[in-house]
């Protein structure tokens, strides 16, 4: 069977400046949705690329001391180089300078002129140079842009115009009767009682001021306005043609499926652009996503501000699949989101660190240490297997809904809840403990390859987010990404298969002020800074004292510095976490009464202090070999012991 098609565009980036990481977000998000789309097993055509023309780049390349052309080459090369950066899958990379859509977007206009669309007249308004955009008087927020917030300036030219009003009740039930086309929800209505249904002025669609354009070649005073030329690269770049000779890629793919943009540019995407569609008598795309901001703070990032992050700056420091992860978990469906330094730093340690490289990392050093490295399924199966086989079974099937539903942010979470409830299965399970029972080898072989089958189902989920630690991952396991159809069914992993000798370690855990260190950031995150007692009042507490005991008595007493490799809950215990600690060369087991205080995820890495000599004993049934020092406040909150430098694992405390 052939498969179906599916056609998906970004807006194209604006060659006037380096883009930032929220210009960067977008083409990261659709590459999320056109690998989904393959593993969904979609004939994707995915489409990015430049718009290149109008006031704004004429006048840059003017100050540069270059030609428009040499300056739109220079941004062209770096918008695309930031593309291929961040791993993502284009088919085409469109130009609005190719000669091929220059030559078609004369076309259009002409032939939407020549059959009374557009017409010639004069124009006199608020123009905003940056966004290439006229607004009436009553359209503008404070006196300024309503789009960008910047200052406008009045303009009066002569110029060629789109006849909007003459569609707009159509496109008014086009809208209503495809409730889908317009997403999110809050962006339609927007749309309708902000522009539609208030009434549409005639667009203006052809310029005199400046040059730097596609000239309308039967009126070489005019070139084309940027907006028209630049929503004609969805269907230039599939070979459109005027004239009815189309390639065969816009026969197959076009309407578009999915044109993805920035929610401050829906109304030329859901507006102008359906109109001149309709106009010209091609169906509409089907959908339009106008997807939220990547804030820095509280505000949009803009140079001029100077509050602005770069995609290779983020890779630089965090690497591509970090920063992929990032934008797209971080960013909500119809909410902006928030990025900067302190924040993707936290989110690394505790979701790509601590959740899923710690798992990857403990399941195949476990599968090496107790098996040689060879997972069998020896079928053991017990009643606490049942919640992860179920979850690996149906998380699949929850992160398609949510694709389809352009929730990208909420797929990953299904993702990592998979991931999370794999740990949580290691502390159930106790793999150390089954270890030390030889009749239990083929229970510990059957809870490893649990772990293995779900880790491998998650990674294959991860792929469409997270390509390089998707395949890191399956190599390691020593597998391949598997295609959704065989994520049905719990058992796909071939028993018997050796895993890696030498895993490698996903995400390291980073330390923010290394971070902004790097990158030449002397103050520290913006956090609410906690409350620094005052040294006269400050708080303190009284203990009863013990009796006194004697130096001899004080050195019968053995402390070490301790890591905790491992850590699970105890079960059926309120209270109780077990570690298995690092001291020097042994791992010493320990049970302390500190569940309410930390999780087992935020114990491993951890360097303590431990009183190693103290005799063993069972808690709740467990062994316990030693005992963790804490510190406690009045109101019963516990603090472990760290030490305050780097001390390597075993030191003693004297």
């Known amino acids: 069977m052939s498969k179906k098609p599916y056609y998906l565009t970004t807006a194209i980036a604006y060659t006037s400046s380096k883009p930032h990481i929220g210009n960067t977000f977008e083409i990261v998000l659709a590459d999320s949705f056109a690998r989904f789309k393959r593993m969904q097993g979609y004939d994707v055509r995915f489409q990015t690329g430049t718009d290149e023309h109008g006031q704004k780049i004429e006048l840059k390349a003017k100050e540069a001391g270059i030609s428009p052309k040499e300056y739109v080459d220079n941004f062209a090369e770096e918008i695309k180089r930031i593309c291929d950066l961040m791993n993502t899958t284009y088919d085409k990379f469109i130009r609005t300078t190719d000669e091929y859509h220059e030559k078609q977007v004369q076309k259009i206009f002409k032939k939407l002129y020549e059959q009374g669309d ?34 406008c300036h009045p303009a009066k030219e002569e110029a ?14 086009h809208i209503n009767e495809h409730p889908e086309f317009i997403q999110p929800e809050s962006r339609k209505n927007e749309m309708m009682n902000n522009f539609l249904l208030p009434g549409l002025q005639d667009l203006c669609v052809s310029r005199t001021s400046f040059k730097w354009g596609i000239p309308v070649d039967f009126d ?35 309407p578009a499926d999915l044109h993805l943009i920035g929610k401050d540019i ?6 102008y652009w359906p109109i001149m569609l309709m106009a010209m008598d091609i169906p509409l795309p089907k959908q339009v996503f106008g997807h939220p901001w990547l804030l820095m703070g509280s505000g949009k990032m803009s140079k001029s501000k100077g509050n602005v992050i770069y995609a290779d700056e983020l890779v630089d420091i965090f690497g591509v699949d970090a920063v992929r992860y990032y934008v797209l978990h971080e960013m909500p469906f119809d909410n902006d989101g928030i990025i900067s330094w302190d924040l993707v730093t936290e989110r690394i340690n505790s979701d790509l660190a601590n959740v899923l490289g710690n798992l990857v990392n403990r399941v195949i050093a476990m599968s090496n240490k107790y098996f040689s490295g060879v997972v069998n399924n020896s079928n053991v199966r017990e009643e606490i297997d049942n919640e992860l086989i179920e979850l690996t079974l149906k998380t699949p099937e929850i992160v398609v809904e949510k694709m389809d539903k352009l929730r990208v942010a909420d797929a990953l979470s299904e993702i990592f809840s998979l991931f999370k409830r794999c740990n949580k299965y290691i502390d159930e399970t106790m793999p150390w403990i089954l270890a030390k029972d030889e009749d239990k080898k083929p229970r510990l072989e059957t809870v490893l390859y649990n772990l293995v089958e779900s880790i491998a189902t998650g990674a294959s989920l991860l792929e469409a987010f997270m390509p390089e630690t998707a395949q890191k991952i399956v190599a390691q396991l020593n597998t391949s990404i598997r295609p959704l159809e065989d994520m049905k069914v719990f058992g796909q ?37 906690a409350p620094v007692a005052d040294d006269k009042n400050e708080n303190i507490i009284e203990i009863e004292p013990k009796e006194e005991i004697t130096y001899d008595d004080f050195t019968k007493m053995q402390f070490q510095i301790g890591e905790i490799v491992e850590c699970a809950e105890v079960p059926k215990s309120k209270k109780l976490l077990c570690s298995q600690v690092k001291i020097g060369g042994q791992i010493r087991q320990i049970v302390s009464g500190i569940k309410k205080h930390y999780t087992p995820e935020q114990m491993v890495g951890k360097k303590v202090m431990v009183l190693v000599n103290l005799k063993p004993v069972k808690l709740a049934g467990v062994l316990s070999e030693g005992m963790l020092l804490c510190a406690e406040d009045e109101n019963g909150e516990l603090a472990l012991m ?9 030191a003693e405390i004297r």
Not at 266 to 271: A, Y
Not at 504 to 523: A, H, N, S, T
């Open 220 to 254: 070489d005073k005019h070139v084309v306005y940027v907006w028209l030329d630049a929503l004609s690269n969805y269907i230039t770049g599939l070979g459109f043609d005027v004239d009815g000779n189309n390639d065969e890629l816009f026969n197959k793919y076009w």
């Open 118 to 151: 557009i017409y010639k007249g004069h124009y006199e308004g608020m123009y905003c140079t940056p966004c290439e955009a006229f607004f009436t008087p009553s359209q503008l927020v404070d006196g300024k842009c309503p789009d960008c917030g910047r200052e």
């Open 266 to 271: 829906l109304r030329f995407h859901t507006i």
């Open 160 to 173: 060629y115009f789109l006849k909007l009003s003459k569609y707009a009740d159509r496109l008014i039930q």
């Open 493 to 529: 992993y071939k028993s018997g298969t050796k895993v890696t000798e030498n895993p490698e370690i996903l995400f390291l855990r980073l330390d923010i002020k290394d971070i902004l260190e790097k990158v030449g950031q002397k103050e520290e995150p913006e956090t609410t800074p």
């Open 642 to 650: 760290v030490p305050e430098k780097p001390m390597p694992s075993g």
